[in-house]
């Protein structure tokens, strides 16, 4: 059995990889969910947090399951590349779900211009302009379209805003470090944030051991979780 750490997206936190993490574990799966620094329930104010903080709290969760992990990023968890960079000795493989995969020198911020512009306009930002929230239309319209009505009413609540550095902060990724993991992409089929085109796209930056589809939101730890877990499971094997 392998050992997981999940890295969710933004505004959220841990608490969206439950369902996963019920599977995953009922499958023998040894698996841990992170609150990034400023979501979920860790205290930080998302305004205050730069990338380095993202990378230091992914890096630390790894090191205290003591290694062989397989990370797995959704969205904006895409930073898992500069932890991928930062601790490859830590790391069995990088999984990316439906999430940003920069280029070396390249930032989270070079992918907007592929994002639905009416996705943009749901932003809510701060008046000092480092953190935004999204509205619950923007979350029902295009994170959760697929999820049941149900589980978005119960999400909307523990959302947070999103601080704004990390995505100005270019990743520095280099082959003998980066380069050297096993990297897999799920792309989501119907996502209205990150576009398949748009995944597709990134697919090509860096290569991949394999890619796997499904057919739902950009949120299938909610909305497809069976799905999500056995293709989790399945890549766990393949490693």
């Known amino acids: 059995m392998a050992r997981f750490l999940l890295v969710h997206g933004a505004w959220q936190g841990a608490w969206c990889w439950r369902e996963v993490v019920e599977r995953l574990t009922a499958l023998g799966h040894e698996v841990v969910a992170v609150d990034l620094p400023g979501h979920g329930d860790d205290p930080a104010e998302p305004g205050g947090v730069y990338m380095e903080d993202y990378i230091r709290g992914t890096v630390d969760a790894l090191e205290r399951g003591g290694g062989d992990t397989i990370l797995v990023g959704h ?31 390249g930032t ?21 302009g480092l953190s935004a929230g999204i509205s619950a239309a923007g979350v029902r319209r295009f994170l959760y379209s697929n999820c049941p009505a149900d589980v978005i009413e ?36 119907r996502d209205r944030v990150t576009p398949i085109a748009l995944q597709r796209s990134m697919q090509h930056i860096w290569p991949f051991a394999g890619v796997y589809s499904i057919d739902t939101d950009h949120a299938p730890f909610l909305s497809a979780p069976a799905e999500l877990t056995a293709i989790l499971d399945t890549i766990s094997k393949e490693i």
Do not use: H, K, N
């Open 154 to 189: 119960a999400a909307l609540p523990r959302f947070r805003y999103e601080g704004a550095m990390p995505f100005r902060t270019p990743l520095r990724l280099t082959g003998e470090r980066y380069g050297r993991l096993r990297r897999f992409y799920i792309e989501c089929l």
């Open 75 to 105: 969205s904006m968890g895409g930073v898992v590349s500069q932890a991928g960079e930062a601790a490859p000795e830590l790391i069995r493989a990088l999984v990316y779900v439906a999430a940003l995969v920069p280029a070396d020198g």
């Open 108 to 128: 989270m911020m070079d992918f907007v211009a592929g994002f639905d512009p009416e996705y943009l306009a749901e932003f809510q930002w701060a008046d000092d």
